[in-house]
């Protein structure tokens, strides 16, 4: 509350009628749904955009700028890639799985690029890359088709889904951090929300 011409006048809350917090991940089904509708769309550029952005566990910022250098050698799709993360312009390696190594492959194999060309093109003459805010977009639509709210979810719940995968089938917050390419592991433990997750879950299996 300020005051203007002896008048009080309320500010409205930055946050009112939002939702802030994390961003939960996406379930396993749940990235299974949208990837059958890709696949049933014959979008090969999102399907891979999907497949690589869930591999990865990048931040829109470095999926959006990877290049096809950084995916693709001697002609085919490897198994392993490593970025400088913009963000902290930390080093981070990610893998590429089977589904999403054919995934790029078909999509690769459909247009015409070359090897320092980005990986994902923006469609508009303005921009070399897909941006930040088309990728937002391109998000928002995957969790509208599978009917999830997309003011719940964003792009940041694309980048949790596998180390939360990962952190529940391991408990390996060492491994999750490294892969998430955090520098602390404070950072990770925040990040992944494993405190509370993990102090409910025992919670749940006590009766008293």
């Not at 508009?124 to 937002?136: E, G, I």
Request: proline content about 2%; charged content about 25%.
């Amino acid at each position: 509350m300020f005051r203007r011409n002896n008048l009080e006048i309320k500010r409205q809350p930055w946050n009112k009628g939002k939702l802030i917090g994390q961003r939960p991940p996406l379930k396993l089904h749940e990235v299974w749904a949208i990837r059958i509708r890709l696949q049933l769309s014959n979008n090969s550029k999102e399907l891979a955009l999907f497949n690589v952005a869930i591999d990865s566990k990048l931040r829109g910022c470095d999926l959006t700028k990877l290049r096809v250098s950084d995916v693709y050698q001697i002609g085919r799709v490897s198994k392993r890639a490593m970025i400088l993360q913009q963000k902290t312009q930390m080093p981070v390696q990610f893998e590429l799985t089977k589904a999403t190594r054919d995934s790029l492959e078909s999509y690769l194999s459909n247009i015409e690029i070359r090897s320092d060309d980005y990986l994902f093109k923006s469609r508009f003459s303005s921009s070399n890359h897909l941006s930040t805010r088309q990728y937002v977009r391109i998000v928002k639509k995957w969790i509208c088709s599978i009917g999830l709210d997309p003011a719940i979810y964003a792009t940041h719940s694309i980048r949790r889904t596998k180390a939360s995968l990962i952190y529940k089938r391991t408990k390996n917050l060492r491994a999750v951090q490294l892969l998430l390419g955090h520098s602390k592991l404070e950072s990770t433990v925040r990040y992944l929300g494993v405190e509370v997750e993990d102090a409910l879950e025992i919670a749940e299996q006590m009766d008293v």
